[in-house]
């Protein structure tokens, strides 16, 4: 190296620099992990009056919820779906103009067969 030339130099050292970052993003990235859906920020809507109420009484075991004009607060009265996947519900039921067929959640990323099954007895489309 003390042979080399100044650009020789300067390339070495940032090829330096750049390997410190990696390496210093890594560290950052194992101790301080974070995915898309670790953090959700969900406004507060009320409860739309088009939906059937989530009162869970002995003659209404599960409510009945609309998934076209469910709030997040109610779709997360579903069996296994939490803040992250109502939000998808919505976005997905925005961006489409609503459910069409109950097999449409199908479309939402996190609900599978399984979760579907569990569910499709507490939903409605109208």
């Not at 998808?88 to 579907?116: H, P, S």
């Amino acid at each position: 190296m003390l042979d080399s030339s100044i650009q020789e130099k300067k390339v070495i050292l940032v090829i330096l620099g750049l390997l410190i970052l990696a390496v210093l993003l890594a560290a950052v990235k194992r101790y301080y992990p974070q995915t898309a859906d670790a953090v959700i920020y969900v406004q507060p809507q009320e409860i739309s009056s088009n939906s059937r109420s989530l009162d869970k009484t002995p003659d209404n075991p599960l409510a009945i919820i609309n998934l076209n004009t469910a709030a997040s607060s109610e779709l997360i009265q579903l069996t296994g779906i939490g803040q992250v996947i109502a939000g998808r519900i919505i976005d997905y039921r925005n961006a489409r103009g609503g459910f069409k067929t109950k097999d449409d959640l199908l479309k939402v990323k996190g609900i599978g067969l399984k979760k579907l099954e569990k569910i499709k007895n507490q939903i409605s489309l109208e």
